[in-house]
């Protein structure tokens, strides 16, 4: 299975840096953008084959994963949907918003296509990713794609396409919420008296327990969330503030503020 990627920027890498260390050969691995300076971070990463020709790339490889800015695709995609109808790959894209059919149109029709919501943890193989298949592709296909996603991390199909948007708000976006929580507990840490350092290393060992209990657990969050707030304790004190505060509400209104973004994304690039 040889992978070619266009688009070599933050989430190529990340892709990149996960499927070498599952094992995949870089020398399996292609990588083309117009950006020298993405190409040679890339090639930190893993030494992929790297280069400037989106057309030279498609006659090298079987699968393309198309990584580049959602803005940019209807314009990346009827450039090279000459070289795709002859070549005929399987197409991942991993841009928010832009729609299966949009792109099968942009590539100039019939083509396999799965859409995927990756996220940024796949550097770390921890990543969360939502996948959609089109009616064009096959059970083996479907496999190849499920498999590239797996080597780093969790790969979850939907059966409608616009869930996509919905796995956007949680796990596309997700990261960076928990990095804001992050930031935020280190600052109260410090404003605390805690040295920076020390602010930091407790809230990120405190993150990755809490996550990793809540991924072996028999219980859910709720329980476990329960587990840790004693009666008239200092966390009832703490999650009793949050919840006033309007934390629970604030993270729905957020997370649908951001699913609405990826549906007007669609809707905004469809009109291009
Ligand atoms: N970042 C994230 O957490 C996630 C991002 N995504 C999606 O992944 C996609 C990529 O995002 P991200 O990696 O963050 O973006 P980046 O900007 O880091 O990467 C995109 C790369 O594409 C390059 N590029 C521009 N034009 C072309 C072209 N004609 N041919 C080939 N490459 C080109 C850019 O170069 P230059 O810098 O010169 O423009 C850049 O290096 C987006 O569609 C986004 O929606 C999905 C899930 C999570
Ligand atoms: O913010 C964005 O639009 C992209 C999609 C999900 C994560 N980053």
């Known amino acids: 299975m040889r992978i070619g990627f266009i688009g070599g920027g933050n989430m190529a890498s990340s892709i990149i840096g996960g499927l070498v260390a599952s094992g995949f050969a870089a020398?399996?691995?292609?990588?083309?953008?117009?950006n020298t300076e993405s190409l040679e971070k890339l090639r930190n990463v893993a030494p992929v084959h790297t280069g400037s020709d989106n057309h030279a790339l498609i006659a090298a490889v079987d699968i393309v994963i198309l990584a580049v800015k959602p803005q940019i695709m209807k314009m990346v995609a009827s450039d090279i949907a000459a070289s795709v109808q002859s070549q005929q790959p399987l197409l991942i894209t991993?841009?928010?918003?832009?729609?299966?059919s949009s792109l099968d149109g942009w590539l100039g029709g019939n083509n396999a296509i799965v859409r995927c919501m990756p996220n940024t943890p796949a550097l770390v193989r921890s990543g969360a990713t939502g996948l959609f298949a089109n009616a064009?592709?096959?059970?083996?296909?479907?496999?190849?794609?499920?498999?590239?996603?797996?080597?780093v991390g969790i790969a979850l199909w939907v059966e409608q396409e616009d869930e996509l948007d919905a796995v956007t708000a949680v796990s596309g976006s997700g990261p960076a919420y928990f990095f804001l929580v992050m930031e935020a507990m280190q600052a109260a840490g410090t404003e605390m008296g805690l040295s920076p350092e020390v602010a930091?290393?407790?809230?990120?060992?405190?993150?990755?327990?809490?996550?990793?209990?809540?991924i072996n657990s028999d219980v859910d969050a709720a329980e476990l969330r329960r587990r840790v707030?004693?009666?008239?304790?200092?966390?009832?004190?703490?999650?009793?503030?949050?919840?006033?505060?309007?934390?629970?509400?604030?993270?729905?209104?957020?997370?649908?503020?951001?699913r609405l973004r990826a549906e007007e994304l669609a809707i905004e690039l469809e009109g291009e």
Do not use: C, H, Y
């Open 27 to 34: 020398d399996n691995i292609w990588a083309s953008d117009p």
């Open 94 to 100: 991993i841009a928010a918003g832009v729609t299966s």
């Open 136 to 151: 064009r592709v096959s059970a083996e296909q479907r496999q190849a794609a499920e498999q590239i996603l797996q080597a």
């Open 229 to 258: 707030t004693s009666p008239k304790g200092t966390t009832e004190r703490a999650i009793n503030i949050l919840q006033d505060g309007g934390l629970t509400a604030l993270f729905s209104q957020a997370l649908e503020g951001a």
């Open 200 to 214: 930091k290393q407790l809230t990120l060992q405190t993150a990755l327990g809490a996550a990793q209990m809540a």
